[in-house]
């Protein structure tokens, strides 16, 4: 496996990172940053799972975005039309035609709208990505949450939410994020479904603001999130960016074994 410089052609920088197996199949990942984050990701967690994924076979790509973090300078195109130049240059580097795209929190988002667009993105990684807050299952498991916490942490919860009360309005995720319509993601899994793409989905404790029970996926997502393609996690006790070590290799563990299983290892 050898790590090189990656750039989009016609561009004078590098953008991201490309982890190239000496076997290859025909899949690639690209591991999209977000927010403040740069390309190595959460803690480096991108840099371990690049190498992982490489060394099963997968050259990966971890790439910052244009606008985001360090890239604000070069958002000066559609968001969309550089993810699909992106995904042109990996395939013309490495010959392969089918993608695994993917990442935390509004990375999972931009890889969601790029997969509506781009059939060439076979799989997704989403990392606390888009759900509705009033699902059935959000206050069941607020509920439950409240119990783990006990009376130390209702008196908190309830010296927070006075604060709030007296502060402005805060933005919410729906806001502040890149989300479909309300009720469109049902519509938009069944065609990704349909087409045979496979999805990595995983929600964190961390995303407790607006996930907090399993009951919010399956019922926002619809018929289709009962798909075998569709690979449901919940780690409530793991947080967004999974600060843990341990928490970031049981994670990059269990979606390589996703990927050998749902895309499998050259021969």
């Known amino acids: ?6 750039r989009v052609p016609g561009t004078d920088a590098d953008i991201g990172v490309l982890a190239e197996p000496a076997r290859r199949g025909d899949t690639a990942v690209v591991l999209l940053n977000a927010g403040a984050m740069r390309r190595a990701g959460p803690f480096r967690l991108h840099v371990h799972a ?27 195109r559609p968001h969309l039309d550089v993810l699909v130049e992106i995904l042109d240059a990996v395939q013309r580097e490495t010959g392969c035609r089918r993608f695994v795209v993917g990442g935390v929190c509004s990375a999972a988002d931009f890889a969601w709208v790029l997969a509506q667009k781009e059939h060439r993105v076979a799989g997704l990684l989403l990392l606390d990505p888009m759900a509705r807050s009033n699902a059935p299952g959000f206050r069941l498991g607020q509920f439950q949450l409240l119990l783990q916490r006990g009376p130390a942490g209702w008196i908190d919860i309830v010296k927070r939410r006075l ?9 919410t995720d729906d806001q502040l994020r890149d989300w479909p319509a309300p009720g469109a993601e049902a519509a938009q899994l069944e065609a990704l479904v349909a087409r045979g793409a496979e999805l990595f989905v995983m929600y964190t404790g961390g995303a407790a603001n607006y996930f907090t ?19 449901f996690e919940y780690w409530r006790q793991c947080d967004h960016l999974f600060f843990q070590p341990d928490d970031r290799e049981r994670l990059v563990e269990c979606i390589a074994g996703w990927l050998g299983d749902r895309f499998g290892a050259p021969a």
């Open 1 to 6: 496996m050898i790590e090189r410089p990656f």
């Open 50 to 76: 690049a190498r992982r994924f490489a060394a099963l076979g997968f050259p990966t790509l971890r790439i910052d975005q244009p606008g985001i973090a360090d890239h604000i300078a070069s958002a000066r």
């Open 163 to 171: 604060a709030r009360r007296a502060a402005p309005p805060r933005a």
């Open 213 to 231: 029970h399993p009951k919010q996926f399956f019922a926002g997502y619809g018929a289709a999130s009962r798909s075998p393609r569709v690979h």
